[in-house]
């Protein structure tokens, strides 16, 4: 708007102007006006301009005259031109001063408006940052609570297989709040199975216990398949345009693998070797993915691994421990330091 200095309105007559010989110019606080007059009546009219479109004015001598040249934004975008001629050339300059000051409110606007969209996009990309960082700290924690839970049920046949009751009971307590955990940060409610847990514990029933960790192991797999973030916004994020990794459908994964590693030590231990080569195939299948999502690199003990289960040697079961225990110190350590939240793959961190 024209400062204070400026009187209001400011008005010019026009020479000429489109073919008209009659007529004036009369800028507002708001608006540029251009009037034609008529031979009955009040002049009217012909043309208006909203103040925030005026993009630069000039005036130029033309002879004993003063042309002035308006430019501004038509309705589609597009920059269009005035020109007119005033009848007394003096007024030009008050008129351009006028017009200037629409021009330079109009360039204070348009940094006004990239300040304000530049602050909205900075907004934009820290709300998207913490939403990153967000689900790559919950893809660690989860991958290390279902590695914690998967451990502790293996954990738990051991001592059961070995009679060692007051231990499994000890076991199976600590268990309870891990599977708690799994319900309220995964969505994943088995508690209902775990409770059938109890009876055949206090029984001291082996193969209850057995089948019960083998129903509650399999719960907690077929959940995962299709498991979702508990956060919907989650679920926006475009995990593999980012770069994201791991993400959370490869949690499944990080659990099979355990599940393979405790389930070959079984089969190690009770002669199964049918069952432990299809479990060591599964170890290798999915260290595969341990490797390219969450960035642990297993592949010289898995491929020790291969060699001493085909031959059916001792030092089978000491590699699937070293194996556990590497992944127990990955996940502990991701989630020690934040999952590498907010970067593009989060196992760099």
């Known amino acids: 708007m024209p400062d204070d200095k400026t009187t209001l309105p400011i008005e010019a ?25 008529r031979l009955v009546g009040k002049p009217q009219i012909r043309l208006e301009i909203e103040g925030s479109r005026v993009i630069a004015s000039e005036a ?3 002879g004993r005259d003063k042309r002035i040249s308006i430019h501004y934004q038509g309705s589609d975008g597009v920059e269009l031109v005035e020109e007119i001629v005033l009848i007394e050339p003096e007024q030009a300059d008050a008129l351009c001063q006028a017009l200037r000051q629409f021009s330079e409110r109009r360039e204070e ?25 967000a689900y790559a700290l919950a893809v660690w924690h989860a991958a290390d609570l279902l590695w914690a839970i998967g ?27 891990l599977v708690e955990r799994l319900k309220k940060e995964m969505g994943l409610d088995i508690t209902g199975t775990l409770e059938r847990f109890a009876e055949s514990i206090s029984g001291r ?3 209850e216990t057995f089948a019960q960790t083998a129903a509650f192991l399999d719960l907690v797999s077929t959940g995962l398949q299709d498991n979702k973030p508990v956060r919907s916004e989650w679920e926006s994020i475009d995990v ?8 959370w459908a490869h949690l499944a994964y990080l659990f099979l693998f355990g599940l393979s590693c405790g389930e070959a030590r079984l089969c190690f231990e009770t002669g199964d070797w049918v069952g432990l080569e299809k479990d060591v195939a599964n170890v290798a ?10 960035g642990m690199d297993l592949g010289q003990d898995i491929s020790g691994l291969g060699d001493a289960a085909g031959k059916r040697q001792v030092e089978t079961v000491a590699i699937l421990q070293k194996l556990e225990q590497k992944v127990t110190a990955e996940t502990r350590s991701h989630v020690a330091n934040n999952g590498g939240a907010g970067k593009k793959d989060a196992t760099l961190s």
């Not at 996009?121 to 990153?132: D, N, Q, S």
């Open 109 to 133: 606007e348009r940094k006004a408006k990239e300040a304000e969209e530049e602050g909205r996009r900075k907004e934009e990309e820290r709300k998207a940052i913490e939403l990153r960082e």
């Open 60 to 62: 130029v001598e033309a």
């Open 13 to 37: 007559r026009i020479k000429k102007w489109r073919g008209s010989r009659a007529g004036r110019v009369e800028v507002t606080a708001s608006h540029v006006l251009f009037y034609c007059n």
């Open 151 to 177: 451990r502790l049920a293996f954990d738990l046949v051991q001592t059961a297989r070995v009679g060692k009751w007051e231990e499994t009971r000890q076991q199976y307590t600590v268990l309870w709040p």
């Open 240 to 247: 593999a345009k980012e770069g994201i990794k791991p993400a």
């Open 285 to 294: 299948r999915c260290g595969v993915v341990l490797f390219e999502k969450f």
């Open 205 to 207: 029933n082996g193969e």
